[in-house]
C-alpha cells in the first residue's frame, strides 16, 4: 500500500481475505486544514524552486506556510525558510541572494590535490580486493558547503534555533527533513514542530529531533559524490535514496493543500523518444538515470497516486470514505530541460573538476543530467531561479485559486 496516512498499516487493521489491509476511520492523520511546501532533490537543480519562491513573495509577501517539508537540495531551501525571523518575502529574498553567489568552490573544495586524492582513494579501494584501509566518503570534500550552510543558517552549537522561535509564535507547526540512514538501509524523516506525532511504515521511519546542520547535510549528501554524515551511531545521506513517497510527510502532518516543486522537465512523446546518446553510454548517462530514479520518479509516481486517490474519492459519499479525505495538490515543474541548460554552463567549471566530469562523459550526452545536478555556479543558479519564477507566473491564476483555496477538494 502508499505511504499514505490515509491508509495506515497498523497489525490490527481489518484485513479481507486476500490479506489486504482496509483504512479504519480510527487510525487515520486528522485535516489540519494547513498548506504545505514540499521542496524536492535534485542539487543544483534546487535554485529553480527558488525562482517559484521569488514569485511567490512577490506576489504573496506574508504568505503562511505551517507545513515545510524537503530532501536533498529542498532540504536546505526549507531549512532557511523554517528558520528566518522574518517574513516569507525577507526569507526568500535572502534565500535568492545566496543562490545567486553560488560557486563550486563554496560546495566543495575544488583543487587539483584535493579532487586527485580523492579520486585515488576511490581507485586504491576497487584495486586492493579491500586490502587497504583507504576511507572512501565520496568523490569530493563537502567541507565549504558546511561553512556556507553555518554562515547561511547562523546555527548555534549546530542546532536551528529559528525553527523553534518560529514555532512558538505560531508562523511554524512542523518542518521535517528526510535522510537515508546508510546503516540499517532505512529512510528516516526528522521532523520539528508543534502538536505532532511520529509515524513508522515497513522501511520507513520518523523521528522528532532539534534540526541541526548536520541534518541538512546529509539529506543533502549526493550519493557517491558527497560523503555522508554522521548522526548519533549511524551514518545518513540523501533523503531521496529510499524516500519512495515524497508527499507522505505533509500528509502524515495533517495538510490539506500541498505545493509540490519538482524540478524535473516533464519531456513530450517525441522528446522521450530521441535518443540523448549515440552508441555505448558514457557513465554520466548511466549515473543521470541513477539519479533521476532517485530524485525525481518517486515524486512523478506519488503524485499520481495522490491524484488517483482523490479521483476515486471525489465518487466515494463522505460517510463511506472510513476517515480517508481528498488532499489538494499543485505540482509546479520546469518548463525547459535543466539538464541542456547547465550542458551551455559547463565550460566554465573549474578546470580540475571540469576534467572530473568530461571523463564521466557529460560531454557525450546531449541531456547531461548528472551535470545539471553538480553544476553550483551562478550563472546558472540564476538562469535557473529566473525561468521557476517566469514558469510561476504563467501559472498565475491557477496560483492564486490554490493559495486562496478556491480549488476544487
Known amino acids: 500500500m502508499p505511504d499514505d496516512p ?27 486544514g494547513e498548506l504545505a511546501l514540499v521542496l524536492t532533490g535534485g542539487g543544483a537543480r534546487g535554485a529553480y524552486q527558488v525562482g517559484l519562491l521569488r514569485y511567490l513573495a512577490r506576489t504573496y509577501p506574508d504568505l503562511h506556510l505551517p507545513i515545510l517539508s524537503g530532501v536533498s537540495a529542498g532540504a536546505i531551501n526549507i531549512a532557511l525558510l523554517a528558520q528566518h525571523h522574518g517574513t516569507f518575502r525577507q526569507a526568500v529574498s535572502e534565500l535568492a541572494a545566496l543562490w545567486s553567489e553560488l560557486m563550486p568552490e563554496r560546495i566543495f573544495r575544488v583543487d587539483v590535490r584535493s579532487l586527485a586524492a580523492h579520486v585515488g582513494r576511490w581507485g586504491l579501494r576497487l584495486t586492493s580486493a579491500g586490502a587497504t584501509d583507504a576511507r572512501v566518503r565520496g568523490l569530493v570534500d563537502t567541507a565549504p558547503l558546511r561553512h556556507f550552510l553555518e554562515e547561511a543558517l547562523a546555527p548555534v552549537n549546530g542546532e536551528l534555533t529559528g525553527i523553534d522561535y518560529n514555532l512558538h509564535r505560531g508562523t511554524l507547526r512542523a518542518v521535517t527533513i528526510s535522510t537515508t540512514d546508510y546503516t540499517t538501509g532505512q529512510s528516516v524523516v526528522w521532523l520539528q514542530g508543534r502538536d505532532i506525532q511520529t509515524w513508522e511504515r515497513p522501511g520507513r521511519t520518523s523521528r522528532q529531533c532539534r534540526l541541526t546542520v548536520d541534518h541538512v547535510m546529509a539529506s543533502s549528501a549526493l550519493p557517491l559524490f558527497f ?12 533523503g531521496g535514496i529510499k524516500l519512495t513517497a515524497p508527499l507522505s510527510p505533509a500528509l502524515h502532518l495533517g495538510a490539506h493543500r500541498i505545493l509540490a516543486v519538482s524540478t524535473r522537465y516533464d519531456r513530450t512523446r517525441s522528446e522521450a523518444l530521441r535518443p540523448d546518446v549515440a552508441g555505448y553510454p558514457p557513465p554520466a548517462q548511466v549515473i543521470g538515470l541513477l539519479m533521476d530514479a532517485i530524485f525525481l520518479d518517486s515524486v512523478d509516481a506519488d503524485v499520481a497516486r495522490m491524484e488517483r486517490i482523490n479521483r476515486v474519492l471525489t465518487h466515494v459519499p463522505e460517510e463511506k470514505r472510513l476517515g480517508m479525505r481528498p488532499v489538494e495538490l499543485m505540482v509546479m515543474r520546469p518548463s525547459q530541460d ?72
Open 227 to 238: 560523503p555522508a554524515v554522521q548522526i548519533g551511531p549511524h551514518w545518513y545521506g540523501d
Open 6 to 32: 490515509r491508509f495506515p498499516t497498523t497489525t490490527d487493521a481489518p484485513r479481507s481475505e486476500a490479506g489486504r489491509e482496509f483504512a479504519p476511520s480510527a487510525g487515520v492523520v486528522p485535516d489540519s
Open 338 to 409: 535543466l539538464a541542456r541548460i547547465a550542458a551551455e554552463y559547463e565550460p566554465k567549471l573549474p578546470r580540475a573538476f571540469r576534467m572530473l566530469t568530461r571523463g564521466l562523459g557529460t560531454r557525450e550526452t546531449k541531456s547531461p543530467d548528472v551535470l545539471s545536478m553538480i553544476m553550483f555556479q551562478d550563472d546558472y543558479a540564476k538562469r535557473l531561479m529566473a525561468l521557476g519564477e517566469s514558469d510561476a507566473a504563467r501559472r498565475a491564476e491557477e496560483i492564486d485559486r490554490f493559495i486562496n483555496g478556491n480549488g476544487q477538494r
